[in-house]
Nanobody, 118 residues
Framework: QVQLVESGGGLVQAGGSLRLSCAAS????????MGWYRQVPGKQRELVAA?????????VYADSVKGRFTISSDNNKNTVTLQMNSLKPEDTAFYYC??????????WGQGPQVTVSS
């Protein structure tokens, strides 16, 4: 199974910015999808953003973060970054990085907390 290590997160005031990074271990990984879900305790996990690499590269964003969050990747390092700008209190959640690799079950990161104060 692929190991994921997340960094970033923390506490920020509304309107501020944070960056999350996620690195997948292993060499020659055939990454299909990589991105983030977020979850507030007691609620369903929500897809925030993802990069899908099949015949082309597609970027997927939740409507609630479009125009504020940007996902990017460094394929050579098997890393993905989520730049979060104009943060709102409703963005407060645990953010879980995930990766889908060919012939492997989905792997999850540890889920750092992002807290946005009003």
């Amino acid at each position: 199974q692929v190991q994921l290590v997340e960094s970033g997160g923390g506490l920020v005031q509304a309107g501020g910015s944070l960056r999350l990074s996620c690195a997948a271990s292993g060499s020659s990984l055939s990454i299909v999808t990589m991105g983030w879900y977020r979850q507030v305790p007691g609620k369903q996990r929500e897809l925030v953003a993802a990069i899908i690499t099949l015949s082309r590269i597609d970027y997927v964003y939740a409507d609630s973060v479009k125009g504020r969050f940007t996902i990017s990747s460094d394929n050579n390092k098997n890393t993905v970054t989520l730049q979060m700008n104009s943060l709102k209190p409703e963005d407060t959640a645990f953010y879980y990085c995930f990766v889908d690799v060919s012939h492997c079950p989905r792997s999850w990161g540890q889920g750092p907390q992002v807290t946005v104060s009003s």
